[in-house]
Every structure is written in C-alpha cells, then in structure tokens.
C-alpha cells in the first residue's frame, strides 16, 4: 500500500516541480540580477567602518537581507493591503540617497547620527543597513509573489537562492567599491531610484500592473546598469564633470532639504529609545 502510494506520489511531486520551474527560474534570475545595488549598497554603507567592523556589518546585513525577505514573505497577504508600508519604505530609501549627499556637503557632526550616513557607530550602520534590507524585500517580495499568486513555496526557493548570489556578488561588490570609488555614491543613488521607482509603482498601480512583474523588474535592472554606467563615466570624464556640476547643484537643493526634514522626524522619534538605551547601558 504504502509502496503505491509512493508510486503515484512522486510523479505527481515531479510535476508539481516542473510546472513550478519557470517560476524558479525567473525568480533566480531576477533577485540574481537585482542584487547588484543590494550588494553595492551593503558595502557603501559599511565602508566608513575598519575592516574588522566593516565585515562583520556586511555579514550581519547578508543575514538580514535574508531574514527581512522571509518575514516579508510570511506578512506578504498583509503588506500588500497595506501600501503606506512599502510607501515608508520607499521613502526610507529615497532619504538614504538623499542624506548620502547632503553629508557630503559637510553637515555637522551633531546631526550625523540622523543625516549624515558616514557618521554613525557600528550599531547605527547595522541598524541603517538592516532597515534597508526591510525595505527592499518588501519591494522584492511583492514582485515575487505576483509571479507565483497560488504557491508560494518556488518564491521560497527563489528568493534562497537569490540571497545566496547576493552573498557571491558582495565579494565583487567590495572590490569594485575599492577600484573604483565612484560606485560608493553609485550605491547610494541605486537605492533613492529603486525607492523612487516603488513610489511611482504604488502611484500608478494600474499602469504598472498592466506591464507585469517581469517587465518591471527588467525595467528596474536596466536602470541599475544605465546608471552604474553613467556615474563611471562621469567620474572618468572631468569635461563631463563640469558640464554636469550646475544640475547637480541644483538637484543636490531639496535633496538636503528633504534630508534635513526627514533627518529631524528621526531624530525626534528615536530620542526616546536613545534615551532608555543610554541609562541602561549606565545601570
């Protein structure tokens, strides 16, 4: 009995996972190639640290871009009837970007904890990389269902499987960072645009949903290349350098504004656990 059982279960197993492949397949694919600013953006945000620090952060950011995907997985149901989630952390992105480059125009060190992504303590960078996977999973996530809406095990599968080619690109992440150091702003650029790019997918839903997961995401790889391409020859191209330097002047304008106003809400929301923090640590 149990032998027939078997007999009739594995084809039907074996089936169940073809049919579920090209789902795989896509999945790996995608989360494969969207990994690149993940990557780049872990090792930017650690790059301030020494290098004990620094790889640890990453390795704490890798287990964390993992964790964040499963659990947005087992809310996914939730965090799809509930935009403003992806919404804050859209805008989460968009003011990591943002503050990147106000701090580069020297904001003071009494408001780097808040503004300034290079100022913080190892504690702070973990917490800033760790909110940062949260909200690219919650993007990630939800284009990875809408591929497989009736089974979520193969978005399991692919999601695993892309976590792990984003531990493999790290390494090159790293290196790149190091060649070319222009891709450390690079980083910070890719997050404000994925975030960006959610904003305009949750205000245009119907627009978006009528181009399907796929085509998103492929937009959304193709705009990573382009502009990882773009800022390194803007970095080779001191001629570019300076034709360009009055735009970016004038964009640079509210994204210090922006940052400022979301720096101070963070500032007055995170007090109270600084504050009870800091006596613990005194008691």
């Not at 964040?68 to 990591?96: D, E, K, T």
Request: contains cysteine; proline residues 4%.
């Amino acid at each position: 009995m149990t032998a027939v059982l078997l007999a009739t279960s594995i084809p039907e197993l074996w089936n169940h996972f073809v049919h579920a492949l090209p789902v795989i397949m896509g999945l790996v694919l995608i989360e494969g190639l969207l990994s690149v600013d993940n990557a780049l953006a872990i090792a930017a945000m650690a790059a301030h640290l020494d290098a004990k620090e620094r790889t640890k952060a990453m390795n704490i950011g890798y287990i964390g871009a993992y964790g964040f995907r499963l659990l947005a997985l087992l809310f996914a149901s939730y965090i799809i009837g509930n935009h403003w989630i992806m919404f804050i952390g859209a805008l989460y992105l968009v003011w990591l970007m943002c503050a990147h480059f106000a701090g580069q125009k020297g904001i003071g060190e009494d408001e780097g904890e808040a503004l300034n992504v290079h100022h913080r303590t190892f504690a702070g960078t973990v917490t800033m990389i760790s909110l940062m996977d949260l909200s690219l999973s919650v993007d990630n996530v939800v284009a990875a269902i809408a591929l497989s809406p009736n089974e979520l095990w193969p978005v399991y599968v692919g999601v695993t499987i892309g976590i792990i080619a984003l531990r493999l690109i790290a390494g090159v992440a790293v290196k790149m960072i190091t060649k070319y150091p222009v891709l450390e702003h690079t980083a910070f650029v890719l997050i404000g645009y994925v975030g960006l790019l959610l904003i305009a997918e949750l205000q245009f839903h119907d627009f978006f949903e009528q181009m399907g997961p796929t085509k998103v995401k492929l937009i959304k790889f193709a705009g990573i290349i382009l502009i990882t391409a773009l800022t390194l020859l803007w970095s080779q191209r001191p001629a570019l350098q300076k034709a360009m330097n009055p735009l970016l002047r004038a964009i640079l304008l509210p994204m210090q504004l922006f940052a400022s106003i979301a720096g101070a809400l963070i500032v007055v929301i995170t007090w109270p656990f600084k504050k009870v923090i800091s006596k613990v640590k005194k008691a």
